[in-house]
């Protein structure tokens, strides 16, 4: 079993919906969790950053983390053709010998028509 | 714009010669990742430096070795690069070595001939 469960899709929505997008994990030590966006061929960008447990929102992106289920979420609203993209969750262990190491989920592909 | 820059961001190579990738940031983060990315896979760790410290991933092959002579730059030298060495080659950088908050380059897409 992996430490971190992403469905990979892929997912396609029309344009305005809100998509759900889900990972599951196993390490209870997990404290910082994060969303990256990754466009074909370039590097991930960071989305959204969560330290523990509760929900952080930014604009049409709505991070939750639920460490009781060992479960995140990305949440995005008013979705566009340009949050088309593949969405990696990632998370990591706080400090000690962990050196901020991210273990990724597989990647969602998510697709936006108009 | 601080950021982290990766060069070339092409690269073609023959089996078996040698080539190096770079990574230069303006961020003046102390910690740096060289990450491979193999189609429809996660990034995996090759390795990292902290300041000048210097971490291998048990499972990253030798022929594959970094270099970090200022807080600014760091390359990835692939020594004897083979078929399954052609991936995209990505350099993360992050303030410090306990939250994981990483910020990507745009990343260099090896090819092997």
């Known amino acids: 079993q992996k430490e971190v469960e992403q469905d990979p899709g892929p997912l396609s929505v029309p344009e305005g919906a809100i998509v759900s997008l889900n990972c599951t994990y196993s390490?209870?030590?997990?404290?910082?969790f994060m969303w990256y966006r990754q466009y074909s061929r370039k590097g991930p960008e960071l989305l959204m950053y969560?330290?523990?447990?509760g929900n952080k929102e930014d604009g049409r992106f709505t991070a939750q983390v639920d460490k009781s289920s060992k479960y995140i979420s990305l949440f995005i609203r008013d979705s566009q053709p340009s949050d088309s993209a593949t969405y990696l969750c990632?998370?990591?262990?706080?400090?000690?010998?962990?050196?901020?190491?991210?273990?990724f989920g597989q990647g969602t592909i998510l697709t936006v028509h108009p | 714009d601080a950021m982290v820059i990766q060069n070339p961001r092409y690269q073609v190579t023959q089996f078996g010669k040698p080539v190096t990738l770079s990574c230069s940031q303006t961020?003046?983060?102390?910690?740096m990742y060289w990450y491979q990315q193999k189609s429809s896979q996660a990034p995996k760790l090759l390795f990292h430096y902290y300041d000048k410290d210097f971490n291998n991933e048990a499972d990253t092959p030798d022929n594959f070795q970094s270099r970090r002579p200022n807080t600014s730059f760091c390359f990835l030298d692939i020594r004897s690069p083979g078929l399954g060495d052609a991936a995209m080659y990505l350099c993360?950088?992050?303030?410090?070595?306990?939250?994981?908050?990483?910020?990507f380059g745009p990343g260099t897409r090896l090819t092997v001939t």
């Open positions: 961020l003046n983060h102390n910690v």
């Open positions: 990632a998370m990591s262990v706080s400090g000690g010998t962990s050196y901020g190491k991210l273990t």
């Open positions: 390490n209870s030590a997990f404290q910082y």
């Open positions: 993360a950088t992050s303030r410090d070595q306990v939250t994981g908050e990483q910020y």
């Open positions: 969560t330290y523990s447990s």
